[in-house]
């Protein structure tokens, strides 16, 4: 199993446009700080790649990984036709897996408006929320098709010939802001993480951006897991109170801290996954500073911060 690293950062990234916090003021002088929105791509066969959320950051993501580029022989995949046009266009990009409805994951999708058809793997509620709430079927018609791929719960579904199955499970039900009155038919599925799996050497990853809580069905699939991507958007629970733009604290916007009384940090230095990692950092977090302690503390207990552009190799 490949996996590339496209983004780590929450929403807004690191800088954020409108935020002259420590994090964001460092990153503006310093490129190598800054992280584009949270992301990574799943190889599913030679040349083909499954994209994890399409975030606003997508070109530019795609632009950064030699993999995603168009026009190979190893990015056609086999398929198209012969004529210039159809190997010009060639694209690795098979398709895009949403863990949810949040603009900064689903943004990327008018993005990809040049594409002749594009897959989207997404819960029943998900697809509602886009379909019903922000338009994307009819605003995207004229462009490019949009093919749907439900995302299952109760057992994997297999992706691009069977090369990887995917499965949803129900982390959080918490609505993005867009949404919040829709009245959808759905199962409340509004947040999942996702476990991966490798039909062809059995690896397994789990992608959970976002958690607010750790259902007994998570923990089944992070203990079975031979990588994890975990929520870190706040170092601690007191953290967004703490930077002044909520009253809210991190708990309560939905994202588990990774340290304090429900931090995660302890359950996830406890699993068997060869790689542990966390990804979707808000701009205020400490850990965007790669010198501050709390990197020597979590690679201590064999956890690592995600970097922008890493690929892994299962």
């Known amino acids: ?5 496209l983004g780590t950062a929450a929403g807004g990234g690191v800088p954020q446009w409108n935020c002259a916090c420590a994090g964001c003021a460092a990153a503006r002088n310093a490129p190598s700080l800054r992280r584009r929105h949270a992301s990574i791509a799943v190889e599913a066969g030679r040349g083909r790649w499954y994209v994890v959320n399409a975030t606003p950051d997508i070109g530019e993501q795609i632009e950064e990984c030699t ?7 190893r990015g056609s995949g086999g398929r198209g036709g012969s004529s210039p046009h159809s190997e010009t266009r060639a694209t690795p990009l098979a398709g895009v897996i949403l863990t949810d409805a949040e603009l900064d994951h689903t943004l990327g999708i008018p993005r990809l408006r040049e594409a002749s058809g594009l897959e989207i793997v997404a819960t029943g509620t998900v697809r509602a929320a886009l379909s019903e709430g922000l338009r ?3 605003v995207l018609a004229p462009y490019s098709g949009l093919s749907w791929t439900v995302l299952p719960q109760d057992q994997p579904t297999a992706l691009d010939g069977g090369a990887l199955e995917v499965q949803g499970i129900r982390v959080s039900g918490k609505r993005p802001r867009y949404a919040v009155d829709l009245d959808l038919p759905g199962d409340d599925a509004w947040v999942v993480a996702l476990r991966i799996r490798d039909r062809r050497d059995g690896k397994v990853v789990v992608y959970a951006p976002a958690l607010a809580d750790w259902p007994d ?3 089944r699939a992070l203990h079975d897991a031979d990588c994890v991507f975990l929520d870190g958007t706040f170092w601690d629970d007191e953290e967004p109170r703490r930077s002044g733009f909520t009253e809210r604290t991190s708990t309560l916007m939905g994202h588990l801290p990774i340290t304090g009384p429900n931090g995660t940090a302890d359950r996830l230095a406890a699993l068997p996954a060869a790689r542990r990692l ?4 808000n701009n205020t977090n400490p850990l965007v500073d790669p010198d501050h302690p709390g990197h020597r503390t979590l690679a201590a207990a064999g956890i690592e911060v995600a970097k922008d552009g890493a690929l892994i190799e299962l």
């Open 217 to 219: 069905d998570l923990d």
């Open 67 to 73: 993999a995603l580029h168009p026009g190979s022989p």
């Open 1 to 5: 199993m490949r996996l590339l690293i």
């Open 136 to 138: 994307l079927d009819r």
């Open 278 to 281: 966390y990804t979707h950092l």
